[in-house]
T-cell receptor
Framework: AQSVAQPEDQVNVAEGNPLTVKCTYSVSGNPYLFWYVQYPNRGLQFLLK??????LVKGSYGFEAEFNKSQTSFHLKKPSALVSDSALYFCAVTLTDSWGKFQFGAGTQVVVTP | DAGVIQSPRHEVTEMGQEVTLRCKPISGHDYLFWYRQTMMRGLELLIY????????DSGMPEDRFSAKMPNASFSTLKIQPSEPRDSAVYFC???????????????FGPGTRLTVL
């Protein structure tokens, strides 16, 4: 079985400060990891993914994430947060040998204050 | 490209009625996913298709739920009969399998907000 944990329901950060959204996973195999963002009353939008290769992945809107196999983590980061980054963020995992069977985390609400 | 299209955007129905949600994936995409989002349970994968064939429907909550994909450009999710606990936002998403095991991200539709009274 596979699972994803986002330990923080909400992250509060001041504009201009670094933003980190945590994600840990548990799988029995090689994971594919994704981050998505959801704005109110909208569908999810893709930010970035880890499939293979370099553990540091760069994505849209200045976001990046680091795949850490030993800690089974895939934390999302942004060096300088913007008010417009306020949204709901989801981490998701699927396996290389069962592509499509996605498991999403519960989501982390990010609030960036001016 | 218009993206993933879902209809209706909002649906209000009474308990016991049949509900049909519709999805048009992005042209050329070979995977289609149905999700349900609620405050209590978060985002749940209900079923997904590859080349119009259902691959895994283990997330479908009950026999009241059924999904079909008669062709590459259309899918439906049907609930019959509907119950108040089915109230949720239902998302459709599509993706394209890449070459040599490289897998691509999902593109989500805007969702259908279902309210069952």
């Amino acid at each position: 079985a596979q699972s994803v944990a986002q330990p923080e329901d909400q992250v509060n950060v001041a504009e201009g400060n670094p933003l980190t959204v945590k994600c840990t996973y548990s799988v029995s195999g090689n994971p594919y990891l994704f981050w998505y963002v959801q704005y109110p009353n909208r569908g999810l939008q893709f930010l970035l993914k880890y499939i293979t290769g370099d553990n540091l992945v760069k994505g849209s809107y200045g976001f990046e994430a680091e795949f850490n196999k030993s800690q089974t983590s895939f934390h999302l980061k942004k060096p300088s947060a913007l008010v417009s980054d306020s949204a709901l963020y989801f981490c998701a995992v699927t396996l290389t040998d069962s592509w499509g069977k996605f498991q999403f985390g519960a989501g982390t609400q990010v609030v960036v204050t001016p | 490209d218009a993206g993933v299209i879902q209809s209706p955007r909002h649906e209000v129905t009474e308990m016991g009625q049949e509900v049909t949600l519709r999805c048009k994936p992005i042209s050329g995409h070979d995977y289609l996913f149905w999700y349900r989002q609620t405050m209590m349970r978060g985002l749940e994968l209900l079923i997904y298709f590859n080349n119009n064939v259902p691959i895994d429907d283990s997330g479908m909550p009950e026999d009241r739920f059924s999904a079909k994909m008669p062709n590459a450009s259309f899918s439906t999710l049907k609930i019959q009969p509907s119950e108040p606990r089915d109230s949720a936002v239902y998302f459709c998403a599509s993706s394209l399998e890449g070459l040599a095991g490289w897998y691509n991200e999902q593109f989500f539709g805007p969702g259908t907000r279902l309210t069952v009274l």
